[in-house]
């Protein structure tokens, strides 16, 4: 089955620096790539995802790329604020038909922005 | 609209009890998830139905572990008899046939 991979597990920064959290996967049928944002006592939200036709999209101050080739992909924030602070976790799937929806999740990157 | 509502939010037992978790999707969603949420650890996905029939269960402990999904809309996920690695939040998702999944606040199962 699909294993994702996903680094760092704790990421630091100051406010208004950029951060980056990359994630590998081993499924190369997965085309389906969402990041997560699970606050404290809350479920993941869906911050931005990607399908394989695409490279890079942008939202914001978010931005996700994909490298199939080398079968991973990455979160990039900028301009990081502190209500960004929150644990992050990509996914993927194989995004088509029945139990290929499934998602499989990395361990997750706690991200702290300082002040 | 509204989101994936979740009840309890909060639930302590002692093992080998028994305990019900309930998920209402977001209207119109025809796909429903019940993840399992260890600390420190991804969601992983326990069962999947496709309106009211299982697309997968395979990571389902079934020996304590049962889910349904009453008319195609609401789902009950129950355990019995608790063990004290069940201690998790549960997290139930929603989805479009072929787009992203909601998650619902969870409820955060103590056993002890």
């Not at chain 1, 959290?21 to 081993?26: A, G, N, V």
């Not at chain 1, 604020?81 to 993927?92: I, K, N, R, T």
């Not at chain 2, 019995?80 to 999944?101: F, I, N, T």
């Amino acid at each position: 089955g699909e294993n994702v991979e996903q680094h760092p597990s704790t990421l630091s920064v100051q406010e208004g620096d950029s951060a980056v959290i990359k994630c590998t996967y081993s499924d190369s049928a997965s085309n389906y790539f969402p990041w997560y944002k699970q606050e404290l006592g809350k479920g993941p939200q869906l911050i931005i995802d990607i399908r394989s036709n695409v490279g890079e999209k942008k939202d914001q101050r978010i931005a996700v790329t994909l490298n199939k080739t080398a079968k991973h992909f990455s979160l990039h924030i900028t301009e990081t604020q502190p209500e960004d602070s929150a644990v992050y976790f990509c996914a993927a799937s194989k995004g088509s038909g029945g139990s290929n929806y499934k998602l499989t999740f990395g361990k997750g990157t706690l991200l702290t922005v300082n002040p | 609209e509204a989101g994936v509502a979740q009840s309890p939010r909060y639930k302590i037992i002692e093992k080998r009890q028994s305990v019900a978790f309930w998920c209402n999707p977001i209207s119109g969603h025809a796909t429903l998830y019940w993840y399992q949420q260890i600390l420190g650890q991804g969601p992983k996905l326990l069962i999947q139905f496709q309106n009211n029939g299982v697309v997968d269960d395979s990571q389902l402990p079934k020996d304590r572990f049962s889910a349904e999904r009453l008319k195609g809309v609401d789902s009950t996920l129950k355990i019995q008899p608790a063990k004290l690695e069940d201690s998790a939040v549960y997290l139930c998702a929603s989805s479009r046939l072929d787009r992203e999944q909601y998650f619902g606040p969870g409820t955060r199962l103590t056993v002890t």
